[in-house]
């Protein structure tokens, strides 16, 4: 069941909001982006003028570039990966994405988009999907993740829905699948796949560019009645 006491988590497809400072969440746009750009380098351009003016750095003024890095403000984070408990130390800003894949080399979620448009990112958090690519890993302090790499039973057989997608030839180039996969076994956990036309439905956060959609939604025909019944 929901946790109502917890934030709710960015699905693929959905515009986050943005955060309370003002500034753009990870997904606000290009919009977003682009006022931010703008006021950095409206900032910087009238610091640096006034440094050339009176003859002082950008460092005597108090003033950074507009290209500096930001602070790093570091973290410690406690979660369960694939069943596995694990305890990092990370960047307070990075995204799960990117801790999942180059802090514990899991690249099964793939980063397409980076913006919660595409859902190559797909992994569960607490049983839900999310676009890890959208979520702070400081989020999930805590919290349970299964990503592609752990969803087949330990045994060395495939879950249903990889099975399936073998079956059904439910992709080509593969960027997508896995997060197609993680997001098709929570279609089915949300009792969304009555019909094509609701598994379509409740699939139009993940996209294919290799349009393999027709066979995506047979895949998750085929899994779904063995899912319901376990
Ligand atoms: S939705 Fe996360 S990478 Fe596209
Ligand atoms: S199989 Fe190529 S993007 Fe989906």
């Known amino acids: ?3 109502k006491t917890r934030p709710s988590m960015p699905v693929p ?3 986050p909001n943005q955060e309370a400072d003002g500034e753009p969440g990870a997904g606000a746009g290009p919009d977003a982006a682009l006022r931010l750009t703008r006021r950095r380098f409206t900032a910087g351009s009238l610091a640096a003028a006034t440094a050339a003016a009176s003859g002082l750095s950008l460092r005597e003024l108090g003033c ?3 290209d500096a890095p930001a602070t790093s403000a570091d973290a410690t984070v406690r979660m369960t990966v694939n069943g596995a408990r694990v305890e990092l130390d990370i960047d307070q800003r990075s995204s799960l994405l990117d801790v999942l894949r180059e802090q ?4 099964g979620a793939k980063k397409g988009c980076d913006h919660g448009q595409c859902g190559a990112c797909t992994v569960h958090l607490d049983g839900r999907r999310v676009a890890s690519c959208l979520t702070l890993a400081a989020q999930a302090d805590g919290r349970e993740i299964t990503t592609i790499e752990g969803l087949s039973p330990r ?3 495939l879950h249903v ?6 079956d059904r030839d439910a992709l080509q180039c593969g960027y997508c699948t896995p997060g197609q996969i993680m997001a098709a076994v929570a279609c089915v956990g949300e009792g969304n796949a009555g019909s094509a036309e609701q598994i379509r439905e409740a699939m139009s956060g993940n996209l294919c560019r290799c349009g393999a959609y027709p066979n995506i939604v ?3 025909q085929q899994a779904a009645p063995e899912m319901e019944g376990t």
Request: charged residues 25%; proline residues 4%; aromatic residues 4%.
């Open 218 to 220: 047979a895949a998750i």
């Open 161 to 166: 829905m990889q099975q399936a997608f073998i």
């Open 13 to 15: 497809g959905e515009r």
């Open 104 to 107: 514990l080399r899991l690249t």
């Open 1 to 3: 069941m929901h946790d």
């Open 64 to 66: 950074s570039s507009p």
């Open 155 to 157: 045994d060395g057989r």
